[in-house]
C-alpha cells in the first residue's frame, strides 16, 4: 500500500464490495494510517458497523504488524450472522490477500463495554471507524465506549457527521465532542468522514491531512480544496469545530 502506484489497483477491489466509501475518504485513510506507521505508532484497528466488509477491507490492507489484530463489529439485523460473517471473510480475502488477524463479532455494539472490546483487540486501537447505528443514543454511546480505548495518537473516524439524512449522528457527535473537548480533537473532515485525534496528536495530524491535500499524488477532485485553503487564508478565516480548525476535504 505504501506505493502510491498501487493505490488505484487498491480502490479497484474496494468498488468490487458493496457499501458505502467514497475513493478520497479511502485515499486519506491510507494516508493516516501509514503516518501512523512512520512514526511507529502500532496497535489494533476497529470498525463498528461493517455490512459487508468495505472498509473492513481497507483495514485489513493497512495492518501493519502480525502482533496487530482487527475487530468488525456488526449486528447482522436480518439474521444468519453465519452467512454473513463467511461473506465478510470472503471479501477481505478477496480484496486484501488474507484474512489473519480478523475477526468478525456478532454483536449489538450497545451490548459492549469498554473494557470487553479492549480484551478482544489485546492492545489499546490506534484506529476506529464508527459506522453502525445511526441514531444519536447509538452514536454517542459507540463514541464513548471507543475513545477510552483509543492510544495516544491513535484517530478514530465518524462516519455520516455531518449527513443530512442522520441528524443523529451529527447531535451525538458534537453531544460528545462538547463533553470531551479536552480529551479529543477533530482535525479534518473528508467525504462523510470527520477524523478525530487525542489533543496531544492534533497538531500533528492536522499537518498530515495538509500534506494529503497537496501531495503531487492527490486525487485531482482535490484541487480545489487548495484553492478554498488558499482562498479562507486571503479572508482569514479558519473553519474551526470545538474549538479546533479542521480541514474540510470535500463533499
Ligand atoms: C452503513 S453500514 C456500514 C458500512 C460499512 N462500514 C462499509 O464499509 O461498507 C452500517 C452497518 O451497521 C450495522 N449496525 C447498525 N446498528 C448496529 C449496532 N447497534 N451494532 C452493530 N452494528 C450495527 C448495520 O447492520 C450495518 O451493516
Known amino acids: 500500500v505504501t506505493d502510491s502506484e498501487l493505490r488505484p489497483a ?24 501509514e503516518a501512523q506507521r512512520a512514526a511507529g ?16 477491507s481497507l483495514l485489513r490492507l493497512l495492518l501493519a504488524d502480525e502482533r496487530e489484530r482487527i475487530i468488525g463489529v456488526e449486528l447482522f439485523p436480518g439474521g444468519h450472522a453465519e452467512f454473513g460473517i463467511q461473506e465478510i471473510m470472503r471479501n477481505v480475502l478477496v480484496a486484501a490477500g488474507s484474512t ?14 469498554s473494557e470487553e472490546l479492549l480484551g478482544r ?3 489499546r486501537a490506534k484506529f476506529a471507524h464508527i459506522d453502525g447505528g445511526h441514531t444519536e443514543d447509538v ?18 473516524a465518524m462516519d455520516d457527521a455531518f449527513s443530512y439524512a442522520h441528524p443523529g449522528v451529527t447531535e451525538a457527535l458534537f ?11 477533530p482535525f479534518a473532515y473528508c467525504f462523510n468522514k470527520l477524523f478525530l485525534t487525542t489533543v496531544s496528536h492534533y ?7 495538509h500534506r494529503f491535500v497537496e501531495s503531487p499524488t492527490a486525487p485531482k477532485s482535490l484541487e480545489r480544496v487548495k484553492e478554498r485553503i488558499a482562498f479562507n487564508r486571503s ?4 473553519p474551526k469545530l470545538f474549538g479546533y480548525e479542521i480541514l474540510p476535504i470535500g463533499w
Open 10 to 33: 487498491i480502490l479497484d477491489r474496494l468498488h468490487a464490495i458493496p457499501g458505502w466509501l467514497e475513493d478520497e475518504a479511502a485515499l486519506f485513510t491510507i494516508h493516516l494510517i
Open 121 to 123: 483487540l489485546g492492545s
Open 41 to 56: 505508532l502500532y496497535g489494533s484497528m476497529l470498525e463498528i458497523g461493517v455490512y459487508r466488509g468495505k472498509y473492513l
Open 175 to 185: 453531544r460528545f465532542l462538547d463533553q470531551e473537548r479536552h480529551v479529543i480533537a
Open 203 to 209: 497538531d500533528a495530524y492536522f499537518a498530515e491531512a
Open 235 to 238: 479572508l482569514d478565516f479558519a
Open 139 to 156: 452514536v454517542f454511546r459507540d463514541l464513548s465506549i471507543v475513545s477510552p480505548i483509543m492510544m495516544t495518537g491513535g484517530i478514530i
Open 100 to 113: 489473519s488477524n480478523v475477526t468478525v463479532l456478532e454483536a449489538d455494539s450497545r451490548s459492549l463495554s
